[in-house]
């Protein structure tokens, strides 16, 4: 080290010497001190127009009304340094976007001044801007698209729905007089009666294939409609599936217990109540024959969320099986009446309020359905 340049004096220099970057300091009002060459190359201002000024100077004009240097002084001061990115202003008017830092300089434990850094990031911020634009304009083409197949699946699915129902109510009314006419001819036996009642089986079963497809898409159009929340009582709820459900077919050998620790829940009414009648529906609909049939609805809060559990003694489900459990028209056991769909709605309307859903099953065992709720804030 050549012994005329201290340690000091080298610093001076390279920070005199640094264009990349505006670096001065303050006195303890903001008053600028000291220069170095990157303040003309970065805000266009020579020594004698910038040193002995205040440095709101380099601000907006709004910023500087709305006192935001004294603001930043304040920040610093009290916090030990102030760093932001945000517009600034050179000598000429013109705003670039900066990362500045300001930092209070101590000697002897004494404030004497601040330092001031400021780097012009436009350059990088512009092309953020512009990735942010590219993003946004493919996600807004992304949901028109979207939009666009949603509305042609409504219009195929109420047009398919809408034109089937006409020819299945005449293959019904065709059946009605087949029958007849094979009871007029005494051609009806226990073969043909049979028969007969498998075409009608399959008629019924497409009818109810086309009432959920309806129900399906009802229920997208609902998403987009976002259906209104409400405080519920989840033990009102539970007590009306319970009246629908009410009958000695239903509940035989059914024994259903409730503990209850959360009782309210924001939540749609008309979906919660979806939601649990399809849960409870299936623990009775796939009880085991084997054993009585015991189900337990419990619920309890685990922020951030309300969890409802529904665990049965049933017929459960494989490993491999549980991997579909929630596919649209997937069905496990084929001795009950159902389409398959039910759970493929209670997962799409849960998860489109913000929750979720978890099931552990064994088959020949029993299964439970965790639901997670976003509790109410």
């Given at each position: ?138 996600l807004e083409h992304k949901n028109t698209e979207l939009e ?80 209104s929340s409400e405080v519920i009582n989840i033990k009102e ?141």
């Open positions: 080290m050549n012994p005329q340049h201290s340690p000091e004096a080298l610093n001076s220099f390279f920070i005199e010497q640094v264009k990349d970057y505006a670096i001065f300091a303050m006195d303890t009002e903001g008053i600028i001190t000291t220069w170095n060459q990157g303040v003309e190359q970065l805000k266009g201002y020579r020594e004698e127009e910038f040193v002995g000024h205040f440095y709101g100077m380099l601000f907006p004009d709004e910023y500087q009304q709305a006192g935001k240097p004294q603001t930043e002084l304040k920040s610093a001061l009290e916090e030990g340094v102030y760093e932001a990115q945000d517009w600034r202003k050179r000598k000429d008017g013109s705003l670039f976007w900066a990362n500045v830092k300001l930092t209070p300089i101590y000697a002897d434990g004494k404030h004497i001044g601040f330092t001031k850094i400021t780097g012009d990031r436009t350059v990088q911020k512009e092309l953020r801007d512009k990735l942010a634009a590219r993003q946004q304009s493919a666009r197949i949603n509305l042609d699946l409504d219009t195929f699915i109420y047009t398919a729905s809408h034109d089937l129902r006409s020819p299945i109510m005449n293959i019904e009314g065709l059946m009605d007089i087949l029958k007849r006419e094979l009871e007029a001819s005494d051609a009806l036996n226990s073969t043909t009666e049979e028969i007969l009642q498998y075409v009608v089986d399959s008629v019924n079963r497409f009818k109810r294939t086309i009432a959920d497809l309806t129900e399906i898409s009802r229920m997208q159009k609902g998403f987009s409609e976002s259906a709820v539970y007590d009306e599936i319970m009246a629908d459900m009410n009958s000695p077919a239903r509940l035989k050998d059914c024994f259903i217990h409730t503990d209850l620790q959360v009782y309210q829940l924001t939540f749609s009414r008309k979906n919660f109540r979806s939601i649990l009648y399809n849960l409870i529906s299936n623990a009775i609909k796939f009880q085991s024959p084997d054993r009585d049939c015991l189900i337990t609805l419990s619920t309890r809060l685990e922020e951030p969320w309300v969890v409802l559990s529904m665990k049965d003694n049933g017929l459960g489900i494989n490993v491999r099986q549980q991997t579909q459990l929630f596919t649209m028209f997937k069905r496990f056991h084929d001795h009950v009446e159902g389409t398959g769909i039910g759970l493929y709605m209670v997962k799409r309307i849960l998860e489109n309020a913000g929750g979720k859903i978890e099931v552990e099953s064994e088959e020949d065992a029993g299964t439970e359905f965790r639901l997670y709720f976003p509790a109410a804030v």
